[in-house]
């Protein structure tokens, strides 16, 4: 009797200590991603950076880890919410910096995308190389439909199937086609899709479009937030809809991957052949991850460029394409976690060191082919399916 | 069935009895795996009819094919490395899974549910094979030695109760214990299914002579003779396909 | 439409061919000897041709003003250093990632194209900019009606012909390009019978990364111009040109080359809208190729041992 309530006791108490150990690592994250996002001087960033590294590189060796990456997945839900949460603090932090705000909404919003293209690559194997262009589908789907005065959520909407209509352009060719062929398509689809804008002037050609801010039910998202005495910049809006944007496109990806569905978008990835002997059904599987992938990139670019009030097609280029790509492959293949410091990375990061700014397309390019030579799995590998927290036993 | 200029298969004319264990033997090169994609709709025949089970089969996809009920292993192994035993059970298992996404996104309970089900039954479909391997359900496939793998691959062809089983030469690269295991366990599966039929593509001989009632010799394509595996032995075709000249 | 446009649009094609069937044939090399496709390929072209560029200007900084004689030497620099620059590609980022997926191959060399353009947007002095590349050919022409039949465009298309023509030899006559093509063919059992396997990849890299940098320098002889971003076009259109063509097949290359930049010069005749629209069209349609046709219209069909 008492050495079952020894054990239960014990493991009460891990679960306790797994708690605080999830309340903790998430305020240091948030504290971290605060002094980062608010920083002007390059001393402490290079250190925040330098602490980052370290902390990467030791974690995973410190052998209580292990017990508290289990702490983690019980805790799941938590820590998303406490994530979410900390995320919202910084927001808040940062109140009257619109800057700051600014790159935090950035980062939010290509991470979201960027859940597009694992879903899309990570998972079922589909190759995108125009990820920028169903960004940018919804961007223009969006600028259309609010000078139209379609209200604006629908547009954001519509700016997600639309995009997820002009990938399904691309269906028959892609389905046709594997590897290289099907690569080949993609960037031709992106290099055509920037040019087709450019010299359609009933798009604004190469001048682009102006947007209004985003009228939610009347909530101008435009507007400083006065709250108490203080003056919020308004950006902090779009900080509360990014963060509900990434959030709501990391759970879906996360369940979609821990799911039949998942099984069948891996099982097309690693072996097509085997898949069709045992009934799956290909052509449904590869439709469905590259339409979902499709449909985030172009919600997001809906929200981003009425965020922005203005787009152009060199906004959408091959260019943008490849720092998506850069992103995904950054944080680890078929990992939306990995994406979060990944895009933290290759956004922020040249903003805060001005001087490397001019050539960030030069380092993103060699830094990723250093990534896929040394370290092809990237910054947060993919693991096992756990269908269900601690079903991995 | 050609291939360029190589006729793989040529009128080969096959009869099945339901619930029978047939051995499908011949020298290398004689069209056994050929047969098998053509049954499995990897391959187009130029021309000819499969039928299963009063159904006209032929040139079908091989998704439909394998709803039909036939299921087959791989001479090359084909497992998903990456993935888990589980799930690679579970692709095995997958037509008759709830595959619509909003299940699947939405109504997390009864996945669960769905999924503790399955767990289940791949468990106790595994341990039928070995016991060991039953409790490592959730370790890669790429952890596994060649032998688990070779009956994660059988599970897997198990794994929706097909009404056929297709193996592909399921004792390559085992030692005779090993073999005789791999038997046994599938004589195991077979008592508890009677109306399961296996075919099986063998070089091991001991298998055939062990497993099959009745096997069929292919040479070049063609069917050189049929019948009980003693019988077919000592035929003296089959002698001269597999060495040249018949024995004395 | 007169006679005489007709023949400039068709001249024009006909250089845009050889210099995409020069660019589709490295591809088709890279391909056949290592499965492998090389997507910075295009911005190999450019930098051959800001090699020649940089080759001119040093030597006019020393003095030498010969045309003929620069034009041999900017020809030669330009397929020499993209030929060692090949080969470095193959030695260091393409061999290395054979066992890795092919996706790996796919990005390093994407990002590969990524870094040549930036490299010489950000180094060469004014870089971002277009940059004049130098008249070395004699300017003689000839005048048929509406059609002006120039020299130097036409020595430029018969180099470009007789490039290719080189680059076929080699593989079809010589004991390098039977090495090349039996690697091609089945890399396990060349390296059995003693084919240096890693010698003919490196070499097959090198060969069609120096055909690259002439092409280089037969577009900015035939352009006048050269710019940055050149190359990913380049590379897209040399990339589906070979696809079209037939992975693996020389010929195949060439047809698809040629074949694309007909499509090109169609679309600019036939649509009466801006220029951009070329490539709209000539893509649309070569993504139908490919739809139609995924292992091209020439190769063989690509077979998977079950």
């Known amino acids: ?328 492959i950054l944080g680890g293949l078929g990992n939306p976690l990995g994406l979060v410091p990944a895009a933290l990375v290759i956004v922020v990061v040249p903003q805060k060191l001005q001087f490397i700014q001019e050539y960030r397309f030069l380092l993103y390019g060699v830094l990723v082919i250093l990534v896929v030579l040394f370290r092809p799995e990237g910054l947060l590998p993919r693991r096992a399916r756990e269908y269900f927290a601690g079903t991995l036993r | 069935m050609t291939f360029g200029g190589l006729t793989a298969l040529d009128a080969l004319d096959l009869d099945v009895a339901g619930g029978e264990i047939l051995g499908l033997i011949g020298p290398n090169g004689s069209g056994k795996t050929t047969f098998f994609n053509v049954l499995t709709g990897l391959y187009r025949p130029r021309a000819g009819r499969v039928e299963f089970a009063g159904r006209d089969i032929t040139g079908l996809a091989a998704q439909k094919v394998f709803r039909a009920g036939i299921a087959r292993t791989f001479q090359r192994s084909r497992l998903c490395l990456p993935l888990t035993v589980f799930d690679n059970l579970m692709i095995g298992n997958h037509v008759r899974l709830q595959r619509h996404l909003a299940f699947n996104v939405l109504r997390r309970g009864a996945l669960r549910r769905e999924f503790d089900a399955n767990v289940e039954a791949s468990r106790a479909l595994v341990a039928t094979f070995n016991r060991r391997l039953a409790t490592r359900l959730f370790d890669a496939a790429s952890a596994l030695d060649m032998i688990d793998r070779r009956r994660v691959e059988i599970c897997r062809a198990l794994v929706s109760a097909p009404r056929l089983l297709l193996l592909d030469e399921p004792s390559a690269g085992m030692t005779h214990g090993e073999t005789r295991e791999l038997m046994d366990d599938l004589l195991q599966v077979r008592a508890a299914r009677a109306e399961l039929t296996i075919v099986i593509i063998e070089h091991e001989m001991n298998v055939i002579e062990r497993m099959t009632e009745r096997c069929v010799v292919l040479n070049y394509g063609e069917k050189i003779a049929e019948g009980p595996f003693h019988a077919v032995a000592a035929d003296p075709r089959v002698q001269e396909a597999y060495f040249g000249q018949a024995t004395a | 439409m007169d006679a005489g446009v007709l023949a400039q649009y068709a001249f024009n094609g006909l250089m845009l061919g050889v210099i995409y069937a020069m660019v589709a044939v490295g591809f088709t090399l890279f391909f056949g000897v290592l499965d492998v496709i090389q997507f910075g390929h295009g911005d190999v072209v450019m930098a051959g041709a800001f090699v020649g560029l940089a080759t001119y200007l040093g030597l006019g900084a020393l003095g030498i003003a010969v045309p003929a004689f620069a034009v041999i030497v900017v020809a030669c620099a330009a397929g020499f250093t993209m030929a060692l620059a090949g080969a470095f590609i193959a030695r260091y980022l393409v061999l290395p990632l054979r066992t890795a997926p092919a996706f790996n191959t796919l990005l390093v060399t994407l990002m590969l194209g990524s870094v040549l353009r930036e490299l010489v947007r950000l180094f060469y002095p004014n870089g971002s900019n277009p940059q004049p590349f130098p008249r070395l050919l004699p300017a003689a022409a000839i005048n048929l009606g509406n059609f002006t039949l120039r020299l130097d465009s036409t020595i430029l298309l018969v180099t470009g012909l007789v490039t290719i023509f080189v680059v076929n030899l080699i593989v079809r006559r010589t004991r390098l390009g039977l090495a090349i093509r039996a690697v091609a063919q089945d890399s396990e059992t060349a390296r059995v019978v003693g084919i240096d396997f890693e010698r003919v990849v490196l070499v097959t890299f090198a060969i069609g990364s120096a055909l690259a940098g002439i092409a280089g320098i037969v577009y900015g002889l035939y352009y006048n111009e050269v710019n940055f971003d050149i190359g990913l076009l380049l590379g897209v259109i040399g990339f589906s040109a070979a696809v079209v063509g037939g992975l693996g097949s020389i010929y195949g290359a060439i047809l698809g080359g040629f074949l694309f930049a007909a499509l090109q010069t169609i679309g600019s005749v036939a649509l009466p809208v801006s220029s951009a629209y070329n490539n709209v069209f000539a893509f649309a349609i070569v993504i139908m190729l490919i739809t139609w046709k995924p292992t091209g219209l020439i190769a063989e069909p690509a077979s998977e041992r079950v």
């Not at chain 1, 679960?15 to 240091?28: H, K, P």
């Not at chain 1, 109140?95 to 694992?118: A, E, K, N, S």
């Not at chain 1, 203080?230 to 809006?237: G, H, K, L, Q």
């Open chain 1, 1 to 328: 009797m008492r050495r079952v309530a020894a054990t239960d006791r014990r493991a009460r108490s891990v679960s306790a200590s797994g708690l605080v150990a999830v309340v903790v690592g998430i305020a240091a994250c948030g504290a971290w991603l605060w002094a980062f996002l608010a920083t002007d001087r390059v001393w402490l960033v290079a250190a925040l950076l330098v602490l980052a590294a370290i902390a990467f590189v030791l974690v995973p060796r410190v052998d209580a880890v292990g017990a508290y990456r289990d702490a983690f997945a019980r805790h799941r839900r938590v820590a998303v919410a406490l994530s979410a949460l900390a995320v919202l603090g910084v927001g808040v932090a940062l109140y009257d910096q619109p800057y700051p705000l600014l790159m935090l909404c950035t980062v939010l919003l290509f991470i979201v995308p960027c859940i597009g293209l694992t879903i899309q690559t990570g998972y079922a194997g589909i190759v995108n190389f125009a990820g920028a262009a169903f960004f940018g589908t919804g961007a223009y789907t969006a600028a259309v439909l609010a000078s139209r005065h379609v209200p604006h959520l629908a547009g954001i909407v519509a700016g997600g199937v639309v995009a997820a209509l002009v990938g399904s352009l691309l269906i028959l060719p892609m389905l046709r086609t594997r590897g290289y062929y099907a690569a080949l398509v993609t960037i031709a689809f992106g290099i055509l899709f920037s040019t087709f804008l450019e010299v359609n002037n009933a798009l604004g050609g190469p001048q682009g479009l102006k947007l209004p801010g985003i009228d939610l039910v009347g909530w101008k998202f435009n507007r400083d937030v006065a709250v108490g005495g203080e003056r919020a910049s308004f950006y902090v809006n779009y900080v509360v809809l990014s963060l509900a944007l990434a959030l709501a496109a990391f759970v879906f990806a996360r369940r979609v991957e821990r799911s039949w569905v998942g099984l069948a978008f891996d099982a097309v990835r690693l072996d097509e052949t085997a898949a069709a002997a045992f009934g799956i059904d290909i052509a449904r599987a590869k439709i469905l991850a590259f339409t979902l992938g499709n449909f985030l990139c172009g919600i997001a670019g809906a929200v981003y460029s009425m965020m922005q009030g203005f787009i152009a097609p060199n906004n959408f280029t091959f260019g943008e394409s490849l720092i998506l790509v850069s992103i995904v």
